[in-house]
DNA sequence: AAACAAAAATGGAACGTTCCAATTTTAATT
DNA sequence: AATTAAAATTGGAACGTTCCATTTTTGTTT
């Protein structure tokens, strides 16, 4: 801000003074002229100071440009406002749109959410959940890696630190956990599929290494085993387009009248419909396809997605309102809704 | 860990102890039979210390299940290890695989790395990083929202705080910039189009709005002006898959005999090569396509896209160089390579 | 105007670490 | 064994905030 237009003039070589001195409270005080207790009332937002103090103090704060040292007020404190987001993959389009909305709603909560990616990897999720200890985080909001131990999620959870499981369960913990309804999505999916009179249905994509997959799969058997008159078949695959596609090429070589396939994602999907592209097949018309997670791309494809759709911000919500302490439950099931489209 | 099967006997009223204390370096120094001083240089392994020594305090650490509070140590010190990365929007595919590698490398720093999503909001922008630094970050690697004030970013570059802005340049400001070779990367996958012998190319997606537009945009023209006998059209649209889409079909009505379109990026290529699928034409043999960024899912779509590569490691190394102090240097043009598949 | 209660303001201690200057221990040399 | 230098260890002060018990100010009632 300030211009030393003198410097010039004196001592060439001597490099400016590192940093004077950080302005604290008791600068910002001084300039009030008030107590430095007054100005951290003021600071926190306390009732207990005056109006004219309060003036006092935040034109002060403007002049000398003070800046809160968070470090400080935590460790005297003993508390932060500091909430980790632990993603299990960011690049997953689904996982990155939930963070953002996990991040917005910490923030509307007052909190300051900070975001980390583990890449799927336990080691990775270990080590920095391990060092985000040492900032003493207010709370975790954590997808889980695969492979992560029931009893470290539980000791994760103290006192002073909250926990909040999302997206996948683990096993033996009771950390509570924010998931979509898994099951009843591909459920109601998949009883639109038989609804429009098709008797022959696959589930593809997923397999069982992925936590959710069972949900997804026991929703659709369900449904299935409702019409005893429809045949199922279930092609595992990768969870991205490549294995969408493979998956569905393997579909139609066993099942040549296949005439619709319930997706485990929308990925999954992309794959699916790109391969029924090449094969001159039209998805909705000749084979329906239904995704699930309503990515963003879904309803701007060439042929428009069906699928269901998991509201990012339902998540966010549920999860804030645990970090809130208004539910105490340890297993929230969001709802999801199936968006019919082309497909 | 433990439960507390006795609570039924005595007080149920009584909550438990909030928290007893929790463990310190004084605590750690009782158990290891040393001095406070010996604890906290053991753990800022300095080689001060005895390996005797060392190895008492590592085992009273863990004896004692001692938490290094960095917030204490940070004030003390006034210094921190947290690198803030400010995304501009996380849901994009670029931006998302960007932040990983980035966060990935400064963790190889030995440094923490924090993540934040603007949104492409200068307000949200604002608050964030205003609330960042009263944590007294390390260091600023941003990608500026639109909009962004040159002063307001040279300011946050202070004494304590580095600053490196990433993939966009602020005009006017002097902050170090990591940014791909834009105007290199689309001139040379221009000339490769020509070198196919297309005549009429045209250019696809983007808009002035967007800071790297001129620089992709100045390479496309440098490689047709080397050509007279080329002819080119510039056709603007939104970043993304339906802006692609719309594009495309405005230059198909304009143009019919297109040979080839270089795109603003890959995004905006998958909608260009869904249109031409939909219109029976052939990215690649009918008209040639190439993207920017290398996408994960270009090598795997049903006609492998080219394009030209933006490395997110050789970006991340570039920054952290900076970080260093290596590089004092305020621009860093990172080398792009043209990907040849079968659009 | 005196008496009192409520509200506002205050100074010192404390949080858990690192820095520093000083002391103790160890090793090397005579 | 005495001397000296180097290495290792140490206790107290300091970082900038919040908490707490106490004091001062304000406002109300008698």
């Excluded at 932060?80 to 709603?105: F, G, M, Q, R």
């Excluded at 599929?193 to 936590?211: T, V």
């Amino acid at each position: 801000m300030v211009n030393h237009t003198s410097s010039l003039n004196k001592s060439l070589k001597a490099s400016p003074q590192q940093d004077k001195k950080s302005v604290t409270v008791h600068d910002v005080a001084r300039v009030a002229g008030v107590s430095k207790s007054t100005v951290s009332l003021v600071l926190r937002g306390s009732e207990k100071a005056s109006t004219k103090a309060k003036d006092k103090v935040l034109k002060a704060i403007e002049e000398t440009g003070y800046v809160y040292n968070r470090d400080a007020a935590a460790m005297r404190s003993k508390s932060s406002d500091l909430v980790a987001i632990v993603i299990n993959d960011l690049t997953n389009p689904y996982s990155a749109k939930l963070a953002v909305a996990l991040e917005k709603h910490v923030r509307q909560l007052g909190l300051m959410a900070t975001l980390v990616n583990t890449s799927e990897d336990v080691e990775t999720q270990t080590q920095i959940v391990a060092k985000l200890k040492e900032y003493r985080v207010k709370a975790f909001i954590i997808c889980p890696a695969p492979n992560t131990e029931a009893q470290w999620l539980e000791e994760l959870q103290t006192m002073q630190t909250q926990v909040v499981s999302i997206m996948r369960q683990v096993s033996g913990s009771t950390i509570p956990c924010v998931l979509p309804d898994n099951e009843k999505g591909v459920y109601t999916a998949t009883k639109a599929l038989i609804k429009r009179g098709h008797k022959q249905i696959a589930f593809i994509g997923g397999d069982d290494a992925i936590s959710d997959y069972h949900q997804r799969l026991l929703g659709f058997n369900n449904a299935i085993n409702e019409h005893p008159d429809v045949s199922s078949w279930v092609f595992n695959s990768a969870t991205n387009r490549q294995g969408g596609r493979l998956a569905m090429s393997m579909c139609l070589e066993k099942v040549p009248s296949i005439e619709s396939v319930m997706c485990f994602n929308d990925i999954v999907a992309y794959g699916v419909m790109e391969y029924l592209a090449e094969q001159n097949i039209k998805p909705g018309s000749d084979i329906g396809v239904i995704g699930f997670d309503d990515l963003d791309d879904s309803k701007l494809m060439s042929v428009p997605l069906s699928t269901v759709k998991i509201d990012a911000d339902d998540i966010a919500k549920a999860v804030c309102e645990i970090l809130k302490g208004d539910k105490p439950e340890s297993l929230k099931q969001v709802p999801v809704s199936l968006i019919e489209r082309s497909s």
